[in-house]
């Protein structure tokens, strides 16, 4: 059955299992791969956690950026709807804000994912805070080699508003339909293809500062990942928002055979 793009601002849903509806482990001999991974952002503090399933194969990891080192670790990653917790050193807390939700199709196949904005408040080694963040949940029967860049950030436009977005290429990227996204004030906005530097340095009119690369390579036989995530700071012109007074994030590349 052949998937057109689908966002949530359209009326009829693909006919198709997405969440809340329980997707299966396989179909057409690709196995499920699903994630959600929480990102909150900061000028002080920068962090992000996530979980994810590639068939039946778990993953979870974290990460922090407190401006001079960063820690990170893969054990006592717990996530839930409004909550993220790594055992005995984040507590984090959402209040999860307006959502925006794509169906593409992905090679013979098709992918789905939600993503949407929320306030972090919580506790890093003792330490409070309270950040803007990007939840990104996703799930689908990708292509056997999928490639992207991602973007996803947090901050304030000139203008005063609160703005946060994510932009991507390589996946849920059609002209129309899209996951990319920049909310004003809470208000998710749609927003043309932006092409990505190779460097991650800039994305569209807006340029990225790296402060603390995380970046991965594993070769699983069956699994082979090439991932690199940096933590940063934003500048420049961000679509619908105008030019940005301030903003913290981060790029990604990634590269996969699974």
Not at 116 to 125: H, W
Not at 160 to 170: H, I, K, M, Y
Request: contains cysteine; proline residues 8%; glycine residues 10%.
């Amino acid at each position: 059955m052949a998937i057109r793009p689908w966002r949530s601002s359209d009326v009829e849903r693909p006919p198709v299992p997405v969440p809340p509806e329980a997707m299966p482990g396989w179909r057409g001999g690709r196995p499920l791969k699903a994630w959600t991974y929480v990102g909150a952002f900061g000028p002080d503090l920068m962090l992000c956690a996530a979980r994810a399933r590639i068939g039946p194969v778990p993953v979870r990891w974290w990460a922090v950026w407190d401006g001079h080192r960063l820690a990170e670790g893969r054990r006592g990653v717990a996530i839930a709807p409004h909550q993220v917790t790594v055992r005995g050193r984040l507590v984090l807390e959402l209040d999860l804000g307006a959502a925006i939700e794509v169906v593409s199709p992905h090679g013979d196949h098709y992918v789905w994912t939600r993503k949407r904005v929320a306030r972090a408040r919580g506790r890093f080694d003792g330490r409070p805070f309270e950040l803007g963040a990007i939840v990104d949940e996703s799930a689908g029967y990708h292509a056997r080699h999928t490639a992207w860049r991602w973007s996803a950030g947090v901050g304030v436009a000139e203008s005063g508003a609160a703005v946060a977005w994510n932009l991507v290429d390589g996946i849920h990227d059609a002209d129309e339909a899209s996951e990319r996204t920049v909310w004003v004030d809470g208000v998710p906005h749609e927003v043309p293809p932006l092409a990505f530097a190779d460097d991650l340095s800039s994305v569209g009119a807006v340029r990225f500062s790296s402060e603390a690369v995380r970046a991965r390579r594993e070769n699983l036989l069956v699994v082979r990942s090439d991932y690199e995530q940096p933590f940063g700071t934003f500048s420049g012109e961000l679509p619908v928002a105008g030019p940005l007074r301030e903003g913290w994030g981060v790029m990604e590349r990634h590269d996969v055979r699974w």
